[in-house]
């Protein structure tokens, strides 16, 4: 007699969007074989998560089996869901949506829909050990909010200056519309102040978070706002096993192109959050200017080897992103002078990873967190 198969855990993908939900409940047998358990759909509203939950009892019947959720990052349309049910207790996971755009193309679907996606994201939570998410906590959230509002402001009042610099140089200029420029310049001017102001009333009532944030201010070109963005942008730096996941996270990892005897430009992805880079490009610049000793050295070395400076200055940022990491890690204060190769009590296994000419900065990074 042919033995039956017993279920291993069940999975559950949301297909989210702005008015509704798709939901996907499937299981995994001792086989690998993954089968449909339901489908339905929701409107994408707090009143209808408790309804959500007794149709998912209905449907997951084993109640000894884990149960992990899983959707996409959909911008802030996947918060509220993924909140309600981490505070239930439940394994969820939230993925970025070009992750799950190339497992569901591996699956050879042709057709593509709202239940077809959420079926495909119930598979990957079964077939794969997704990591679970971590919300953000209510200051940091505060701070992302307003770091994110203040890099708005920035870029309008960038571009009203650059729409008056080209009126006043036209042949024909307008007062008029000069005259409206310039309000629209005060007022960014105001409310960048005001927005400011609230980041450091923020970081004022929560001594752990600005102490953690000074720290990171102690290096040379990177200000108080942009370690704030950088803590902000990345949840305090939580849910990153290692260094190389946050450089991944930040786009910061390199692609190769290469095959056979073609061999292609070797560039970061620049597959992450663009906001970490975008903030990273001054600190960098202002790091080699004044002479911060790791970062001028760098620029140097990868400068005097490629002769492209931004590259240099990119591999400044990257140094910049991996050393707040380690501070923030380790508690530890900022030394500009710390090399690991001057420290005594050094192991043997940490001496094969001392920065050199062409040492990854994924090793300098992982040099610091071993002997901070």
Same mark, same amino acid.
Request: glycine share 6%; charged share 25%; hydrophobic share 35%.
């Given at each position: 007699m042919k033995a039956t198969a017993t279920f291993l855990r069940y999975g559950v993908g949301f297909d989210i969007g702005k008015d509704t939900i798709h939901v996907c409940v499937s299981v995994m047998d001792t086989t690998g074989k =993954?089968?449909?358990?339901?489908?339905?759909?929701?409107?994408?509203?707090?009143?209808?998560?408790?309804?959500?939950?007794?149709?998912?009892?209905?449907?997951?019947?084993?109640?000894?089996?884990?149960?992990r959720y899983v959707m996409e990052a959909t911008g802030v349309y996947h918060e509220t869901l993924a909140w309600y049910l981490f505070t239930k207790d439940q394994s969820v996971s939230v993925v970025l949506p070009n992750k799950a755009k190339h497992y569901?193309?591996?699956?050879?679907?042709?057709?593509?829909?709202?239940?077809?996606?959420?079926?495909?994201?119930?598979?990957?939570t079964l077939e794969q050990q997704l990591p679970l998410w971590q919300p953000l906590s209510k200051n940091i959230y505060?701070?992302?909010?307003?770091?994110?509002?203040?890099?708005r402001l920035q870029e309008l009042k960038t571009q @009203?200056?650059?729409?008056?610099?080209?009126?006043?140089?036209?042949?024909? +200029?307008?007062?008029?519309?000069l005259k409206q420029l310039d309000n629209l310049i005060t007022l960014y001017d105001r409310q960048l102040t005001e927005i400011s102001q609230a980041i450091n009333d923020l970081l004022d009532d929560d001594q752990p978070l600005r102490e953690g944030i000074d720290r990171l201010s102690a290096i040379k070109g990177l200000g108080r706002l942009s370690a704030a963005t950088l803590v902000a942008e990345t949840n305090g730096f939580t849910g990153f096993e290692n260094v190389r996941q946050l450089v991944s996270f930040a786009g910061y990892d390199v692609v190769e192109n290469q095959s056979g005897k073609h061999i292609g430009k070797t560039r970061i992805s620049k597959k992450g959050n663009s906001r970490i880079r975008r903030i990273l490009h001054l600190p960098a610049l202002n790091a080699v200017r004044f002479g911060e000793p790791g970062c001028a050295a760098l620029y140097?070395? =990868?400068? @005097?080897? @490629?002769?492209?400076?931004?590259?240099?200055?990119?591999?400044?940022?990257?140094?910049?992103?991996?050393?707040?990491?380690?501070?923030?890690?380790?508690?530890?204060?900022?030394?500009?002078?710390? +090399?690991?190769?001057?420290?005594?009590? =050094? +192991?043997?296994?940490?001496?094969?990873?001392?920065?050199? @000419?062409?040492?990854?900065?994924?090793?300098?990074?992982?040099?610091?967190?071993?002997?901070?």
């Amino acid at each position: 007699m042919k033995a039956t198969a017993t279920f291993l855990r069940y999975g559950v993908g949301f297909d989210i969007g702005k008015d509704t939900i798709h939901v996907c409940v499937s299981v995994m047998d001792t086989t690998g074989k =993954v089968t449909v358990k339901g489908t339905t759909k929701l409107v994408n509203k707090a009143a209808a998560f408790s309804g959500l939950m007794t149709w998912l009892g209905k449907h997951c019947k084993q109640t000894d089996l884990p149960v992990r959720y899983v959707m996409e990052a959909t911008g802030v349309y996947h918060e509220t869901l993924a909140w309600y049910l981490f505070t239930k207790d439940q394994s969820v996971s939230v993925v970025l949506p070009n992750k799950a755009k190339h497992y569901l193309k591996s699956l050879g679907l042709k057709s593509k829909n709202d239940r077809i996606d959420a079926q495909g994201l119930a598979r990957m939570t079964l077939e794969q050990q997704l990591p679970l998410w971590q919300p953000l906590s209510k200051n940091i959230y505060s701070l992302r909010m307003l770091t994110r509002q203040h890099q708005r402001l920035q870029e309008l009042k960038t571009q @009203s200056q650059n729409q008056k610099h080209s009126i006043e140089y036209s042949q024909f +200029s307008d007062g008029f519309i000069l005259k409206q420029l310039d309000n629209l310049i005060t007022l960014y001017d105001r409310q960048l102040t005001e927005i400011s102001q609230a980041i450091n009333d923020l970081l004022d009532d929560d001594q752990p978070l600005r102490e953690g944030i000074d720290r990171l201010s102690a290096i040379k070109g990177l200000g108080r706002l942009s370690a704030a963005t950088l803590v902000a942008e990345t949840n305090g730096f939580t849910g990153f096993e290692n260094v190389r996941q946050l450089v991944s996270f930040a786009g910061y990892d390199v692609v190769e192109n290469q095959s056979g005897k073609h061999i292609g430009k070797t560039r970061i992805s620049k597959k992450g959050n663009s906001r970490i880079r975008r903030i990273l490009h001054l600190p960098a610049l202002n790091a080699v200017r004044f002479g911060e000793p790791g970062c001028a050295a760098l620029y140097e070395r =990868v400068y @005097s080897r @490629s002769r492209i400076k931004m590259k240099a200055y990119v591999a400044v940022q990257k140094k910049l992103l991996t050393l707040c990491y380690a501070l923030w890690r380790n508690g530890s204060e900022y030394e500009p002078s710390y +090399s690991p190769t001057t420290t005594k009590n =050094v +192991s043997d296994q940490a001496k094969k990873i001392v920065p050199t @000419s062409g040492t990854t900065q994924d090793q300098e990074a992982e040099a610091i967190l071993s002997h901070r």
